[in-house]
């Protein structure tokens, strides 16, 4: 199985602020990576796929990056809906797999 | 508008066997693979299997193949999640998804979730 960690487990930053979270995989999964968002209380919801498109309706400020083995999500200019966890997923080679999530709070 | 929505769920003892079922809504279900994710309490997130748009190939995860199994009723737009001799690490929420296949592949709907409660 392809192992999915992600960094960090939990983020505090301010709104405005710019954050990065990483997610490394144990192989090579040829962008076949999409992040997830879910909100307290909800459901994940889609963010990006493949990488680096972003899904239909989520705003610009979010974008992932990466290739290989490595891979980052990014939110510029924070705001409060953002409070989220957010999970990386392979769909490169089943079993598909998830990180283990990133729980961002606002400081 | 997409819209899944899973029943089923409660509180079962280990060793006993479930259902769960989800209804989908506002897409053409039998063009799409469909899934069934979980998420434990602690929030880690599992694939469990997924199914084709016909319902003629199954996959699933491995530590799961034996006890759980994933089928469709297309006519009825729905899926289901046969879940036996369930055990307390089968706590979690199930959420039933649709599997999106076009060059790459992802979870693009998920359902509200289902929460399913084993204890004796």
């Known amino acids: 199985d392809i192992q999915m960690t992600q960094s960090p487990a939990s983020l505090s930053a301010s709104l405005g602020e710019t954050v990065t979270i990483e997610c490394l995989a144990s192989?090579?999964?040829?962008?076949?990576l999409a992040w997830y968002q879910q909100k307290p209380g909800k459901s994940p919801q889609l963010l990006i796929y493949y990488a680096n498109s972003l899904n239909d309706g989520v705003p610009s400020r979010f974008s992932g990056s990466g290739s290989g083995t490595q891979y980052s999500l990014k939110i510029n200019s924070l705001q409060s809906e953002d409070v989220s966890i957010y999970f990386c997923q392979q769909n490169y080679d089943s079993p598909w797999t998830f990180g283990g999530g990133t729980k961002l709070e606002l400081k | 508008e997409v819209q899944l929505v899973e029943s089923g769920g409660g509180l079962v003892k280990p060793g006993a066997s479930l259902k769960l079922s989800c209804v989908a809504s506002?897409?053409?279900?039998?063009?799409?693979?469909m899934s069934w994710v979980r998420q434990t309490p602690g929030k880690t997130m599992e694939w469990i299997g997924d199914?084709?748009?016909?319902?003629?190939?199954?996959n699933y995860a491995p530590s799961l193949k034996n006890r759980f199994t994933i089928s469709r009723d297309n006519a009825k737009s729905t899926l289901y999640l046969q879940m036996s001799n369930v055990r307390s690490e089968d706590t979690a929420t199930y959420y039933c998804?649709?599997?999106?296949?076009?060059?790459?592949?992802?979870?693009?709907?998920w359902g509200q979730g289902v929460m399913v409660t084993v204890s004796s």
């Open positions: 199914i084709k748009y016909d319902g003629s190939y199954t």
């Open positions: 998804t649709r599997w999106t296949t076009v060059a790459t592949s992802y979870f693009d709907y």
């Open positions: 192989e090579d999964i040829y962008s076949n």
């Open positions: 506002g897409f053409t279900f039998s063009d799409y693979w």
